[in-house]
């Protein structure tokens, strides 16, 4: 399980979040909705302290961390627990397909060489691209760099994966591909977050629907229920303009 307690960050005199508290159970989907500048990104850095959050606690399973008191020790525990894909992929450009995902297993989990390598490949059979192991990111396209992005964080082994809006920097023909990478993980029980902006897909894979405005969650719940009838006139608003800008199909 993963809990948030009072999260807060600040850059400047601006405060971004404003007291998230936020549940995950294990083996759930989250997707986090919302405009530009609404605080989702940040919440989702702040969970593996990409971004040192104001205040505030994080649970993740057996491990809990007081922003107010964390060491370097504290924060190495917290990311082991964790996994972020990212929107820009955050490859190494000097290394195959398969050295991104085994950097992880060899360097963080301190996994044999000969071991991380059979890993690897399995995760990159795992997205579709088995015949890629030894391409670079440069001769990937953006979607297939994206599935190696999915490949590394799997590697890992996190108790939850978090998703930066992994299809935003993506053109529009390969977004499915990666949702339907997206798609089967879930189905495999994996607890992920994800923050996006396709609403179909939010609402066909996530078990929970977090809608956040002006560094708030506005409107949480089922995704039906948040969908089909939403009970606050700014989740109405947010869902009224998006529903007819975007489509879902793979």
Do not use: W
Request: overall charge neutral; aromatic content about 6%.
């Amino acid at each position: 399980m993963i809990k948030l307690s009072g999260i807060r960050k600040s850059f400047g005199r601006h405060e971004v979040l404003q007291g998230i508290d936020l549940t995950v159970n294990k083996g759930e989907v989250v997707a986090i909705l919302g405009p530009s500048g609404s605080g989702k990104t940040t919440l989702l850095r702040c969970i593996n302290y990409l971004e040192k959050p104001s205040d505030g606690e994080i649970r993740i399973g057996d491990f809990s961390l007081d922003v107010r008191h964390a060491g370097k020790k504290d924060i190495y525990a917290l990311r082991q627990r964790s996994a972020m894909v990212f929107q820009q992929y955050n490859l190494f450009s000097h290394k195959t397909a398969l050295e991104n995902v085994i950097e992880g297993l060899i360097v963080v989990k301190k996994v044999g060489k000969e071991e991380a390598r059979k890993r690897g490949i399995e995760l990159l059979e795992k997205v579709g691209l088995g015949a890629k192991l030894d391409a670079y990111p440069s001769q990937l396209s953006g979607g297939q760099q994206q599935r190696v992005g999915i490949a590394r964080a799997l590697a890992l082994e996190p108790e939850v994966i978090l998703f930066d809006e992994p299809t935003s920097a993506l053109d529009p023909e390969l977004v499915g591909e990666v949702l339907a990478v997206i798609r089967r993980i879930a189905k495999e029980g994996i607890t992920m977050i994800i923050v996006t902006h396709e609403m179909g897909f939010a609402q066909d894979v996530a078990n929970h629907v977090v809608f956040m405005d002006g560094g708030v969650i506005v409107e949480e719940g089922d995704p039906a229920e948040l969908f089909g009838n939403p009970k606050e006139e700014r989740t109405k608003q947010f869902l009224k303009r998006f529903t007819s800008e975007y489509s879902y199909s793979i």
